[in-house]
């Protein structure tokens, strides 16, 4: 059995290659041109200047929903020119086919995708259908931008300095785009771009792109992308120099009733090595202003994930932290400053060029004398190398290394992580699938410290259909990762197919799916398995019905609490076995009330019943205020001693957008399962481009209806020079 697990990703990797060979770009007879200016832009959004009269056109656009073999009802037009300084985008989108009020959330940069009439751009400046930029506006002029990785994938915690104006009325929305050269990262002498224009339009149901793109992938998708023609190679960026300093105030008040305050100070350098690496450095830095996570409900029996939300880590993200799977990880940043203040860090990432990308991260943080933690360096080191037409071949060394011996410190002198991944992407999108091999070091542990991994999937208009395996032994252990389980194998299949009724219909598509997984021990018997089977409707105004039955089976591998309050734990080795069925419900994103609700009923462990709701429900005053709540609420019902539990877990949130530029937002959240409660509000004014101002006061407690016993008041000031 170890050995059979072992050999399946062999096999695997020799099917992926099977299917590897060159060929032309789909779209590449979707060119267009793009001229040098000398006139001045005006960014106004009216399109006034001559130079889009003479300007290449990108229209014609392709319908990809509701339907993906016809052209767009709503009619488009885009062009772009550049200057020494600036690559200029012009955006006319008509309302010829369906009139009516935009759909908005909010000024709130980065909106959401499928709930704003909006507009996405999406440049590949390497010409490799893998990597590059992503930029967006909806109609009110909020603004979105990304980086692009594996071809479709964006990563919207990437900020820099660009510019925008828009303008609307019943006929059509105008906008005009100036984004500075030294924003992006490119290859100085290439004059081939790829190049994606897409259009969301929610009150056509209408999504639409400049070159056609099959409905089941993302319409900026690279492998279908067109060529933006340069009649000259983009301009040289020059030296590009960013320094970023910060001042912050904080006042605490702990449950001591000992009020501290402190005044911090920090940078951030950024300078560009080539016109495509960059180097960041930062020196003290500081997250009183990042997001904080939503609460949950925990009844599961192993560590949870929340996503990082600190700056410095999000910037290229996909070169450091996105190796492996979801729960497969080697490089977790949050492990980073949990115990010990940073206090500093370099990182080197991007393009070296069309086929090399390299990422560097080094990271040292303070010793902590009073609760035993040692200073510690966290090095990383990731390269990544283009093959064939989309693939990747890549590798990833991490390192954890404790600096100095405190009496009580109990932390390994070092933990480290080598790993290699293929991963495998068709030219047509169609394919795609990872080969993976992690191996640990650490002082004290010997002998079973590796991970294999594969999976494979095919996804065409019709027909979604995956295999995932996983061996992740014993003694294999990644201090600075995200891998909650080990010892185990591990085989998960997925198959769904879907309906296209005709046009007539109100459902956009419908079908089945059903999906399996299963654990073993490396005794070869099974521990855990699940098999869902379930059906979904798709409408055409983007409303989704879904309705599942799910069968699980569990031999409890620890003790483990059924419900984490401490009652008492269920033994070990003990085996539990219950159906459950699920119904949920998200409702169309044109209405200025939106809501999303699931249900779910059945059995739990050691014989136990479980009811879960949850529901999350929103109202827009667009594009000025959103207001919205979340709640959840799971009943148990067990044996002695546990009883009847039921847990609450309620949230609401309120977001000011007054501009583009100033932002209040407020989140309440209360988890009666941890008997906590906590609120957080946060001010924002981007004074400047990628300069701001913000105001964030934090409280929680134990004790819901006594006054803030635990809170701190931040305020936080930078400012974005250009040297």
Do not use: C
Not at 26 to 53: F, H, R
Not at 356 to 369: A, M, N, P, S, Y
Not at 478 to 493: I, L, N, S
Not at 540 to 567: A, M, W, Y
């Amino acid at each position: 059995m170890y050995f059979y697990f072992k050999i399946i990703p062999t096999v695997l990797f020799i099917f992926f290659t099977s299917f590897n060979a060159k060929s032309q770009k789909i779209n590449e007879d979707y060119v267009l041109k793009i001229k040098k200016t000398d006139q001045k832009i005006v960014l106004d959004g009216q399109l006034n200047e001559n130079v889009w009269e003479m300007a290449d056109v990108a229209d014609n656009f392709s319908m990809i929903l509701p339907l993906d073999d016809q052209k767009a009802k709503q009619f488009s037009e885009i062009r772009m020119t550049y200057d020494d300084d600036n690559l200029y985008i012009s955006v006319i989108f008509f309302n010829n086919n369906v009139k009516g009020d935009y759909v908005v959330e909010s000024y709130n940069r980065d909106f959401s995708f499928g709930k704003n009439d909006n507009f996405i751009v999406a440049m590949d400046p390497f010409n490799n259908m893998s990597t590059g930029f992503a930029f967006g506006l909806n109609t009110y002029g909020a603004q979105w931008d990304g980086t692009l990785f594996n071809g479709r994938n964006v990563d919207l915690n990437w900020d820099t300095k660009w510019y925008s104006e828009v303008s609307f009325d019943e006929e059509k929305w105008t906008a005009e785009i100036a984004i500075p050269f030294k924003s992006i990262r490119y290859k100085d002498d290439l004059t081939q771009w790829g190049i994606s224009f897409s259009r969301l339009d929610l009150k056509a149901n209408e999504k639409s792109g400049w070159t056609p793109v099959p409905r089941q992938f993302p319409s900026i998708t690279m492998a279908y992308s067109g060529v933006l023609d340069w009649d000259t190679p983009p301009p040289d960026q020059g030296a590009n120099i960013s320094f970023i300093p910060y001042l912050s105030g904080e006042i605490e008040s702990p449950q001591t009733g000992i009020k501290k305050s402190q005044l911090n100070a920090g940078a951030d350098v950024k300078l560009n090595l080539t016109s495509s690496l960059n180097l960041d450095i930062t020196l003290n830095p500081d997250f009183s202003q990042a997001e904080v996570d939503q609460q949950v409900t925990n009844l599961d029996r192993f560590e949870l994930f929340f996503p990082e939300r600190r700056q410095f880590f999000l910037e290229n993200a996909d070169l450091f932290a996105n190796f492996g799977y979801t729960k497969i990880r080697p490089f977790f940043s949050r492990r980073i400053g949990l115990n010990n203040p940073i206090v500093g860090g370099i990182r080197l990432s991007g393009n070296i060029d069309e086929k090399w990308r390299v990422g560097l991260l080094d990271i040292q943080t303070h010793e902590d004398k009073k609760n035993g933690f040692d200073a510690e360096n966290f090095g990383l080191f990731s390269l990544q190398r283009k093959v064939l037409d989309r693939s990747s071949v890549g590798m990833i060394f991490v390192n954890k290394q404790s600096l100095g011996k405190l009496e009580n410190s109990s932390d390994a002198d070092y933990n480290r992580n080598l790993g290699l991944e293929y991963n495998y992407f068709s030219s047509d999108n169609f394919w795609n699938g990872k080969l993976m091999y992690l191996k640990s070091f650490s002082p004290r542990v010997k002998g079973d410290d590796a991970i294999f991994a594969s999976n494979l999937t095919y996804s065409d208009n019709h027909f979604l259909g995956s295999l995932q395996t996983e061996y992740i032994g014993e003694n294999y252990t990644a201090e600075v990762g995200y891998v909650p389980r080990t010892q185990y194998f591990k085989f998960e299949t997925e198959f769904s197919y879907l309906f296209f009724p005709n046009q007539d219909s109100k459902i956009q598509s419908h079908g089945p799916w059903v999906g399996a997984i299963q654990y073993y021990n490396f005794d070869g018997n099974p521990i855990d398995s699940g098999t869902e089977i379930g059906y979904e409707l798709n409408f055409k105004n983007r409303s989704e019905i879904k309705l599942s039955f799910e069968n699980q089976h569990i031999v409890l591998q620890n003790d483990f609490d059924p419900i984490r309050t401490g009652i008492q734990s269920l033994k070990a080795l003990t085996e539990h076995q219950w159906n459950t069925v699920k119904l949920e419900y998200n409702s169309k994103p044109q209405s200025r009330f939106t809501y999303t609700f699931e249900s779910a009923y059945g059995g739990y462990l050691q014989n136990g019943k479980r009811w879960l709701f949850f529901s999350q429900m929103g109202y827009r005053f667009q594009p000025y205020v959103e207001l919205n709540s979340l709640i959840s609420y799971n009943y148990i019902s067990l044996q002695d001693p546990w009883g009847n539990n039921g847990f609450w877990l309620l949230g609401a949130k309120s977001n000011f957008t007054f501009t583009r530029n100033i932002f209040f937002s407020n989140l309440y959240q209360y988890n009666e399962q941890q008997k906590l409660w906590n609120f957080n509000s946060r001010f924002q004014w981007r004074y400047k481009p990628a300069s701001d101002i913000f105001l964030v006061f934090n409280s929680s407690d134990t004790r819901m209806l006594e006054p803030n016993r635990n809170w701190n008041l931040t305020l936080k000031i930078n400012y974005w020079i250009n040297l």
